[in-house]
């Protein structure tokens, strides 16, 4: 697979990719039930893609498990509580623990307490968003 959009076979070249990404500028997007999402990472990284997730008290990925692509993923919670669905078993996981899994793979992540919010980053390779 190429990765190519049309316009990039008659653009020209491009100036030297910025190596900082501004928090500021990064693109976030709501989904799922009180939860967000921010990109990390630029757009045009093939192998590897980062995002800041946020739950709000009771948030979730959303009420049924989940599949998109078939990257290699990782959850790092970074702060709360929160549960990991992976094929119907369930892992309570709190600050710093981690779960990975394929994301094609039925998955469902929710902050657990009902009275906190959680934070996590999820790295994946190659990137499905």
Do not use: C
């Amino acid at each position: 697979m190429l990765r190519l959009n049309v316009g990039d076979l008659f653009a020209q070249a491009a100036s030297p990719t910025q190596p900082v990404l501004r928090f500021q500028d990064a693109k976030g997007v709501a989904f799922g039930e009180g939860a967000s999402k921010i990109k990390l990472t630029p757009a045009h990284f093939d192998h590897l893609e980062l995002l800041l997730g946020h739950f709000e008290p009771s948030g979730s990925t959303g009420v049924e498990p989940y599949t998109h692509g078939d990257s290699e993923e990782v959850l790092l919670v970074i702060a709360g509580d929160v549960e990991v669905t992976i094929d119907g078993e369930t892992h309570a996981l709190t600050a710093f623990d981690s779960v990975h899994y394929r994301s094609s793979r039925p998955h469902r992540v929710a902050e657990s307490t009902g009275t906190a919010e959680a934070r996590v980053l999820w790295a994946m390779s190659p990137p499905t968003y």
